[in-house]
């Protein structure tokens, strides 16, 4: 009963304050994931990654400031709550096409670069990652360089 008072409630505010709430098994939920746990790999998350991140989220699915807020604190739940990278890797595997996997570990190596530094535990989760979603070696790499000559050239 409550869900569906506040269902109701929801539907008829008409402003654009109504936030999205996404799904566990949502293919967003677990890209946002999975570039949260990049940028917390290394045991410290700057505001030049929290900033990357939600602007990824914004011009990847075309969310609003408030939309992107809320997938990032329900990604960074997620990740907490989450056994293995398998979880989110499985989800997108199923989901994403190749060029779409492409395009997630482009995202990925541009969280390990938005603070200015590549750290080794950040670059080993993109490696287990890439693996996990089936994008090779080589594909991993260039997306690397290009991310890191996008970034210097700035």
Known sequence: MLTKLR????KSDDSDTA???FDASDQQLAQAALMFHVIAADG????????KLR???????????????QLFEEAKRADR???????????????????ERLEL?????EMVFSDGEIHELEDNVVWRIAELLAI???DRMEMKRNVRRKMQTG
Do not use: C, M, P
Not at 7 to 10: G, P, S, Y
Not at 44 to 51: C, F, L, N, P, Y
Not at 55 to 69: H, I
């Open 7 to 10: 269902k109701f409630l929801i």
């Open 19 to 21: 936030e999205k709430k």
């Open 44 to 51: 410290r998350i700057h505001d030049e990654e929290k900033s």
């Open 55 to 69: 602007q990824v989220l914004q011009t990847r699915y075309g969310l609003s400031q408030s939309e992107s807020n």
């Open 81 to 99: 709550e989450a056994i293995d990278l398998y979880t989110f890797t499985s989800i997108l595997k199923r989901q994403l096409n190749e060029e």
């Open 105 to 109: 570990v482009e995202n990925l190596w």
């Open 136 to 138: 090779d070696k080589r």
